[in-house]
């Protein structure tokens, strides 16, 4: 059973945006850590962002200034805005969460998932 559950991918060329979505009334409250991850074709899944509870974020550098990961654990919402967009930003994008503080971005360490999302971005 899918808990997580993802969307706003899409296609979009180089220098444009898009927001990305999340739901998930067991997994995103204030008990949880949650984030973004993605996983481009032949590589491993890395940590784009993730938020805790109080709002703190942390990013890794390759989006820093450029994606903004934000949370409405009213809405058990997660959300991820995108701008500036690169070809290398071309992944599938997950959301998930963990029950712990958001001291990793490491995906081993977060045990709850969405099905991923597909971002697109052309040159």
């Known amino acids: 059973q899918v808990e997580l559950v993802e969307s706003g991918g899409g296609s979009v060329q180089a220098g444009g945006s898009l927001r990305l979505s999340c739901a998930g009334s067991s997994y995103i409250n204030s008990r949880y850590c949650v984030g973004w991850f993605r996983q481009a074709p032949g590589k491993e899944r890395e940590g784009v962002a993730v938020i805790a509870s109080d709002g703190r974020a942390s990013y890794a550098d390759s989006v820093k200034g450029r994606f903004t990961i934000s949370r409405d654990d009213a809405k058990n919402a997660l959300y991820l805005q995108m701008n500036s967009l690169k070809p290398e930003d071309t992944a599938i994008y997950y959301c998930?969460?963990?029950?712990?503080?958001?001291?990793?971005?490491?995906?081993?360490?977060?045990?709850?998932w969405g099905q991923g999302t597909q971002v697109t971005v052309s040159s």
């Open positions: 998930a969460s963990r029950r712990a503080l958001c001291g990793s971005r490491l995906a081993a360490d977060f045990g709850n």
